[in-house]
């Protein structure tokens, strides 16, 4: 190895979160397999986000960054789903954070707000992590093949992080990933996480594995890109009947610096408009109710106005499920 990389092999890696830094990303993630919403449907969940990154000025040794999401896109089934971007917002809004230079996040003010499914890697707090910040590193640095490991926390669980540098240059560095996490909940009838064991139907024990890799610009201190895929596969026993059954979902993520980011090669059908949905599920059907479901735990007020003239039949059956789809 040429002196000049074995030194770079041997620095330690630093974000670099200034007050001049402005970084754009592009954001896609990809749920394939058992949804729970509605008591239980396979389908794919798209989203595609645009996010914008700014540093400001920190203490010396400590870094500070801002993240807000800038555009948002989320399909059902290959279905758009008419959510605005201050729907979306709502959910994940603006998020100031702390951080070692290393990345170790030591502040973040994302409200504590808990969406009405848990879905593995999905954690308002946590938006920054899947995102801007990946990984944290050794303060010693880092060289190809030395592999090491962290632990941050995901809905309450850690997720334990497995890093291994397998390419270095003088300005990018390739490193793969591997992460395990392992939790159990309860459940209701729905499919909701609940607290009281009293109020669940279900106990739900996930073991989630994944792989993959990020690419580092060494020179600019951010990273160009994030690829994971992530396997959940989770064992609900009913606690009434002991009866087991197994669901599995695989959660795919992609961010890249943007302009970079790959097609999503997602196996959902094509849907020209909202309303095609509609038409394939029997107006009411059951991804039709998956659908609005989606729709309201990602922020919808209300459903747009040429939605609610098809669903008039259906009118009383969604104000009972979704009262504040319909608006006033």
Not at 249 to 264: D, E, I, R
Request: some cysteine; proline content about 6%; hydrophobic content about 40%.
């Amino acid at each position: 190895m040429p002196v000049f990389l074995a030194a770079v092999a041997l620095a330690p890696f630093a974000y670099s979160f200034g007050p001049n830094t402005k970084v754009d990303y592009d954001v896609n993630v990809q749920f394939e397999g058992f949804l729970p919403v509605l008591g239980g449907n396979e389908g794919v969940v798209d989203v595609k986000m645009g996010v914008k990154v700014t540093g400001a000025k920190a203490e010396p040794g400590m870094l500070k960054a801002a993240s807000e999401i800038t555009s948002f896109d989320l399909t059902f089934n290959g279905s758009k789903l008419p959510l605005t971007l201050s729907n979306v917002t709502d959910y994940f809004p603006k998020t100031n954070v702390g951080l070692t230079p290393q990345g170790k996040i030591l502040s973040n003010d994302a409200p504590d707000r808990k969406l009405p499914v848990r879905l593995p890697g999905l954690d308002v707090k946590r938006f920054p992590d899947i995102t801007y910040i990946p990984l944290e590193f050794p303060t010693e640095g880092f060289e190809v093949g030395e592999s090491w490991t962290f632990v941050r926390t995901f809905g309450d669980s850690p997720l334990t992080y497995t890093c291994t540098p397998v390419a270095l240059t003088d300005n990018g560095a390739e490193i793969k990933v591997e992460v395990k996490q392992e939790y159990t909940v309860l459940e209701n009838e729905a499919l909701e996480v609940v607290v009281n064991r009293e109020d669940a139907v279900s106990e739900v024990t996930t073991k989630m594995t994944g792989s993959g890799t990020v690419v580092l610009d060494l020179a600019n201190g951010v990273a160009r890109s994030a690829e994971m895929r992530n396997t959940a596969v989770s064992t609900a026993k009913n606690l009434s009947s002991g009866e087991n059954k197994e669901r599995k979902l695989v959660t795919t993520f992609k961010v890249a610096l943007k302009g970079q980011l790959a097609a999503s090669g997602g196996k959902a059908p094509k849907a020209s408009n909202p309303g095609d949905l509609w038409t394939r599920a029997g107006m009411m059907g059951r991804d039709a109710w998956t659908w609005l479901q989606l729709a309201a735990m990602f922020g919808m007020k209300a459903l747009p106005s040429h939605i609610q003239a098809w669903i008039a039949p259906f009118r009383e059956d969604i104000r009972r499920s979704f009262p504040w789809l319909l608006g006033r």
